[in-house]
């Protein structure tokens, strides 16, 4: 059986995502804005956003803890869309071109729901995606079998196997693959477009 639904993650497949591209703009000192995204705004702390925290009650309790970074804190959500740097390079192409096929595609992405919309409004080729599910909204995050399931729901009630899914994170690629999905483990461009061509999609 041939996939018939394309389901991705955006940042680091669609979307080139990274938060050291805005702190190392904030700090002189890369030793320092490693220590920062390490200890400071880590990915344990942004994985609450991504739950639906508000940033705002997220930073809170981060900046009494370090106050002498509190304009950095900030900036996770002041400064959001510094993070990002367009897309992926040859993803957008492929996303144009399951588009022109008719082809079912949908978004699959941890997310915070206050940055959904900067996003969506910055990305056109977002709008290519019949519906994008985001974390932040639903209060549920990948690699959470739950955000799954609701997905399937959202997206029709398809079976697992009739979907590709492609995320770049290998968590949450055993998570789809444990409940029956076709996955695709993203790694670059050509590598998608070889599995876009095997799954029978493009």
Sequence with gaps: MAARIALFDLGG???DWSPAR???????????????????????????????V??????????AKYP???????AWSGRWMEMFDGCID????????????????FALSNMPAEAWPQVRDAFPVLTRFRQVIVSGEVKLVKPDAKIFHYTLAKIG??????????DDSPKNIATAD?????????RGA??????LILEGLL
């Design 22 to 52: 805005l702190y190392s703009r904030m700090f002189s000192d890369a030793a320092e804005c490693d220590r920062f995204l390490a200890t400071v705004c880590t990915m344990d702390w942004h994985n609450h956003h991504d739950a639906g």
């Design 90 to 105: 040859g993803v957008e192409r492929l996303v144009e071109n399951l588009a022109g096929s008719g082809r079912p595609m």
């Design 13 to 15: 497949v669609i979307l």
């Design 157 to 166: 009630g398809p079976s697992p196997d009739e979907v590709l899914f492609i």
């Design 190 to 195: 050509a590598g998608l477009e070889r599995a």
């Design 68 to 74: 002498q970074y509190e304009i950095q804190i900030r």
């Design 54 to 63: 508000s940033f705002a009650d997220n930073a809170a309790p981060l900046i």
């Design 178 to 186: 444990a409940l029956g999905f076709r996955t695709h483990l993203f």
